[in-house]
């Protein structure tokens, strides 16, 4: 996912074309206060003028604790919410929040008469927010996607944080995971509820090597995806998260060789010398169901 300022048109034209699987226009951090008014006419010339081929297309609006939120999904929604997939919506502290704006965007649906739902995406970055992860995961058929924002979140909780995303795991003030509890709980949340994990942007975007460690840990974590600020760190984020070649070698022969097993009526096989079960053929599959989206997502970008 690439986020891009909604007061850059001529940045946003540029994501419509990149290697990101999402294109996400924000209205909140990225966005001025003086600017923001006028910058929800830009999102609507952008999501009616251009062509994002297969990319999803979000909003990000600003955060229900501001006086810009309802007024980013109408002065948006209305006349552009045809050209929009998903809302993200910033700094979720309950299950409440995500309800008022399925609440909004059906009244808008209604009005215009988009003949479809709009997903919300959730960013999890407060302490409130943690603690109530279950029940924000639970809290909507529209919503998609739980996001980790680690910047608002050591901030909310009095964390001390010299760049957002940064990997300090090996800080000698704390030689642990910082982010772990919350990151864990995010993944856990999404799939028991059946949603998407992302991990949240890192700001040092001239980092690569260390943007990719970040990448690497959220994807060990079982998040789905990263959050991008800069074109630079797609193609590092799109690697980190597809499957190696080796490992889709591998569960294709754990797929290959378990369905042999079965057809023998044995329960259990042996693949170069490690035990192979019905768990490990749940872990193959989860592979080549991610290399089959992979492939169809990066078909879809070069027609």
Same mark, same amino acid.
Request: charge should be negative; aromatic fraction near 6%; charged fraction near 25%.
């Given at each position: 996912?690439?986020?891009?300022?909604?007061?850059?048109?001529?940045?946003?034209?540029?994501?419509?074309?990149?290697?990101?699987?999402?294109?996400?226009?924000?209205?909140?951090?990225?966005?001025?206060?003086?600017?923001?008014?006028?910058?929800?006419?830009?999102?609507?010339?952008?999501?009616?003028?251009?062509?994002?081929?297969?990319?999803?297309?979000?909003?990000?609006?600003?955060?229900?604790?501001?006086?810009?939120?309802?007024?980013?999904?109408?002065?948006?929604?209305?006349?552009?919410?045809?050209?929009?997939?998903?809302?993200?919506?910033?700094?979720?502290?309950?299950?409440?929040?995500?309800?008022?704006?399925?609440?909004?965007?059906?009244?808008?649906?209604?009005?215009?008469?988009?003949?479809?739902?709009?997903?919300?995406?959730?960013?999890?970055?407060?302490?409130?927010?943690?603690?109530?992860?279950?029940?924000? !995961?639970?809290?909507?058929? /529209?919503?998609?996607?739980?996001?980790? @924002?680690?910047?608002?979140? =050591? +901030?909310?909780?009095? $964390?001390?944080?010299?760049?957002?995303?940064?990997?300090?795991?090996?800080?000698?003030?704390?030689?642990?995971?910082?982010?772990?509890?919350?990151?864990?709980?995010?993944?856990?949340?999404?799939?028991?509820?059946?949603?998407?994990?992302?991990?949240?942007?890192?700001?040092?975007?001239?980092?690569?090597?260390?943007?990719?460690?970040?990448?690497?840990?959220?994807?060990?974590?079982?998040?789905?995806?990263?959050?991008?600020?800069?074109?630079?760190?797609?193609?590092?984020?799109?690697?980190?998260?597809?499957?190696?070649?080796?490992?889709?070698?591998?569960?294709?022969?754990?797929?290959?060789?378990?369905?042999? !097993?079965?057809?023998?009526? /044995?329960?259990?096989?042996?693949?170069? @010398?490690?035990?192979?079960? =019905? +768990?490990?053929?749940? $872990?193959?599959?989860?592979?080549?169901?991610?290399?089959?989206?992979?492939?169809?997502?990066?078909?879809?970008?070069?027609?």
């Amino acid at each position: 996912m690439l986020f891009v300022p909604a007061s850059r048109p001529d940045m946003i034209a540029k994501a419509a074309r990149s290697e990101a699987d999402a294109v996400c226009i924000d209205l909140e951090d990225a966005v001025a206060p003086d600017q923001k008014e006028a910058s929800r006419g830009n999102v609507v010339r952008a999501l009616t003028e251009l062509d994002f081929g297969p990319r999803t297309r979000l909003v990000r609006i600003n955060g229900l604790d501001t006086a810009y939120a309802y007024r980013d999904l109408i002065d948006v929604l209305e006349p552009a919410g045809r050209a929009v997939d998903l809302v993200m919506l910033p700094k979720t502290r309950t299950a409440a929040d995500v309800g008022f704006v399925a609440t909004l965007l059906s009244q808008i649906e209604a009005r215009v008469g988009i003949g479809r739902e709009i997903g919300i995406e959730a960013q999890i970055e407060t302490a409130s927010g943690f603690l109530w992860l279950r029940e924000i !995961a639970a809290s909507s058929p /529209r919503l998609e996607s739980l996001i980790f @924002g680690s910047g608002d979140y =050591a +901030a909310s909780m009095g $964390m001390p944080l010299v760049s957002i995303g940064v990997d300090d795991q090996h800080d000698a003030a704390y030689p642990g995971h910082r982010w772990h509890a919350v990151m864990h709980g995010i993944v856990a949340a999404a799939r028991a509820n059946g949603l998407r994990a992302l991990d949240g942007p890192y700001a040092a975007f001239k980092d690569l090597a260390g943007f990719e460690r970040a990448c690497r840990t959220a994807r060990a974590l079982g998040f789905d995806g990263k959050q991008c600020i800069h074109p630079s760190q797609l193609p590092v984020a799109n690697a980190a998260f597809s499957p190696r070649a080796d490992e889709v070698a591998w569960a294709r022969s754990v797929a290959s060789a378990y369905d042999e !097993a079965v057809e023998q009526g /044995r329960g259990v096989v042996v693949v170069e @010398g490690k035990m192979i079960d =019905a +768990a490990n053929l749940r $872990m193959a599959m989860s592979t080549l169901r991610r290399q089959e989206a992979i492939e169809a997502r990066v078909k879809g970008r070069a027609l």
